[in-house]
């Protein structure tokens, strides 16, 4: 039995005018969450070391080392995706949208953006619109459409394998945030153990699922 389906290459989905649109939404909700661990200390996006970086310059020890970081992680994913058609979202936006750009501006003493709720969501569009443009105008220019890759694949995320290892942090994390986040974190790992996935994945649902019933008090 063959299946006869075609697949229409300009429709929304795999349209290269779609891509920015995609990029747009992800970077603001990173660029808000940096907002939100700004502001009330819980909420970002990123690994543990990167955002020591963060907080040693909000704790007064200087940006400089985010900002760096974070660029340069950005400006490299930012090269990278075009060419082999995938982009990475850890580096790109986590890293470089959550924390290179508003570690940036904080050094240049541009506050606002960073600390006030409804511009960083506006902020986060903007920097998205930006970097969407940005890559599908370099495969344009590189690859063209006779590349494999089309407008919404560069949207598949690299995906690190040493993730599976971070499982059993995220769950003593969640569980030093809180009781019921803990367990949360717990059971989540533990399905997802049975259904053979990666427990990461598993622990980080669980947390938000059951930090969605008990919140966190922010202080």
Not at 91 to 97: K, S
Request: charged share 5%.
């Amino acid at each position: 039995m063959t299946n006869n389906k075609t697949i229409n290459y300009n429709s929304f989905w795999y349209a290269d005018w779609a891509f920015p649109f995609f990029t747009a939404l992800l970077a603001s909700g990173t660029f808000t969450a940096c907002h939100m661990y700004v502001v009330h200390g819980v909420g970002a996006f990123n690994d543990i070391a990167v955002i020591a970086l963060l907080k040693a310059g909000l704790d007064g020890g200087g940006y400089g080392a985010a900002a760096a970081f974070g660029a340069s992680f950005l400006f490299a994913r930012v090269l990278e995706g075009p060419l082999v058609g995938i982009l990475d979202i850890g580096g790109a936006l986590n890293t470089g949208v959550g924390v290179g750009i508003p570690a940036i501006l904080l050094a240049a003493g541009i506050t606002a953006p960073v600390y006030n709720f409804p511009l960083a969501i506006a902020t986060g569009l903007l920097i998205g619109l930006a970097i969407g443009y940005i890559i599908v105008g370099i495969r344009k220019i590189s690859i063209k459409s006779a590349s494999s890759t089309f407008g919404a694949d560069v949207m598949m995320g690299a995906g690190n394998m040493a993730g599976r290892y971070f499982g059993p942090l995220i769950i003593i994390s969640a569980c030093q945030a809180s009781l019921p986040v803990g367990l949360g974190s717990i059971i989540g790992a533990l399905l997802f153990y049975i259904w053979n996935k990666p427990i990461a994945g598993g622990a980080i649902l669980g947390a938000m699922l059951f930090g969605g019933f008990f919140p966190l008090p922010l202080e």
